[in-house]
């Protein structure tokens, strides 16, 4: 499990809470910079908490709520605790969605957004992150009435640590976002995965979305990285495709859960984590 008082702030789709201690021994004892070019929900990144480390998302609301926590913590709680004080009816959840997806048409990366999509996250249904094409926040409500949005302390040990660590903040293209890595550095990649079926859609949770050019891109960037001297892990769904984008590599087949999954028959899978050490 994560360190204590260090959790995810977000249920978010692939998050590695459960896989923790299986990624969490598999991490190089030795290593430089960390680097995590889809750091998601942060399970990861808080359960090994680096000193020195790169952080990037190509969602920007994401990317928002961090540096949010780690400049007005307080503040984020402050706003959460009031948005709590009201019993979330649905006609108070969608209004709230709307005013979220305003903030993103508006590109307001501000305080508020943070705190909308804190709030949102405890009030849709299970916990998905998901978007439309048009980028626009779209799953409906849980029917959670009330409850607490937010752990405190939690918010606040974050803060901490993305304060006293030495952690940079990207909104970039995965490549770009390796830019900067060299022998001896650490990077874990956990992108959204394959598709388990040839029927199945990849998974959108930007607008961009992340189709099988990218998964390509991303296994020539995994070789890139090995051939310069970095240590580099990868998690992704057991599948063919997967097999084949990552053939001579070390992988390592794990049973989960995906309680995400609307779909109750679903919600147990393999994955892969695959490392070149």
């Known amino acids: 499990m994560p360190k204590k008082g260090m959790a995810p702030v977000l249920k978010w789709a692939g998050g ?109 249904f299970n916990g998905l992150h998901r978007v439309n094409k048009q980028g626009f926040f779209n799953v409906p409500y849980n029917n959670k009435v009330s409850g607490k949005s937010i752990n405190e302390d939690n918010i606040r040990s974050i803060s901490d640590y993305l304060n006293s660590a030495n952690i940079e ?33 990849f998974t959108n949770y930007t607008v961009e979305g992340f189709n099988l050019a990218d998964h390509m891109r991303l296994a020539a960037l995994f070789r890139r990285l090995d051939a310069v001297g970095a240590k580099v892990m990868l998690s992704n769904n057991d599948v063919p495709l997967v097999h084949e984008l990552y053939a001579g590599y070390n992988i390592q087949s794990v049973d989960v859960k995906r309680m995400i999954n609307s779909n109750a028959d679903r919600r147990t899978g393999r994955e892969v984590l695959i490392t070149n050490y």
């Open 16 to 124: 590695k809470t459960q896989l923790i201690e299986i990624i969490a021994a598999k991490v190089p004892h030795m290593y430089n910079n960390y680097y995590e070019p889809f750091v998601g929900g942060g399970a990861v990144l808080f359960t090994i908490s680096p000193q020195q480390a790169f952080i990037n998302d190509i969602n920007r609301q994401l990317m928002n709520l961090y540096m949010q926590l780690k400049v007005a913590a307080n503040s984020v709680i402050e706003i959460v605790n009031e948005m709590d004080s009201a019993p979330c009816s649905r006609e108070l959840y969608y209004s709230m969605r709307d005013r979220y997806n305003v903030k993103v048409m508006e590109q307001e990366f501000d305080l508020e957004c943070a705190a909308l999509m804190i709030w949102i996250n405890k009030h849709c």
């Open 169 to 201: 903040m990207t909104c970039l293209d995965f490549e770009e976002a390796c830019d900067g890595v060299s022998a001896g550095d650490f990077v874990y990649f956990d992108s959204p995965y394959v598709p388990e079926s040839a029927t199945a859609s």
